[in-house]
């Protein structure tokens, strides 16, 4: 399994612009289609954006498409998550995670799919 460290929460106002890192740690993830999922207060954990082990699909929730963009990395073994526009339902823990197998063609949103995950990192979004 790859472990996965997040950074880049924090507080923001409304309208305003994060961006979220994911590290492994211990070995590369560039063989393996990435996610990011978030969990808010009382709720379940949802599928936010996902990207494929090359970086050329991506897919996005409805709630975050034209304001949230996912990106990779692959020679510097980073994922990212551009936040802008956010809003205060925005407000989540926000988790990444790695596919379970290598090289999978069809980017995955189920997190069923995603072996590996990170702590989480706080994202609050004031109004």
């Known amino acids: 399994q790859v472990q996965l460290v997040e950074s880049g929460g924090g507080l923001v106002q409304a309208g305003g612009s994060l961006r979220l890192s994911c590290v492994p740690s211990?070995?590369?993830?560039?063989?393996?289609?990435m996610g990011w999922f978030r969990q808010a207060p009382g709720k379940e954990r949802e599928f936010v954006s996902s990207i494929n082990w090359s970086g050329s699909s991506t897919l996005y929730t409805n709630s975050v498409k034209g304001r949230f963009t996912i990106s990779r990395d692959n020679a510097n073994n980073t994922l990212y998550l551009q936040m802008n526009s956010l809003k205060p339902e925005d407000t989540a823990v926000y988790y990444c995670?790695?596919?379970?197998?290598?090289?999978?063609?069809?980017?995955?949103?189920?997190?069923?799919?995603?072996?590996?995950w990170g702590q989480g990192t706080q994202v609050s979004v004031s109004s």
């Open positions: 211990g070995r590369t993830f560039s063989s393996y289609a």
């Open positions: 995670a790695a596919d379970r197998f290598p090289y999978r063609t069809l980017v995955q949103t189920s997190e069923t799919a995603f072996g590996s």
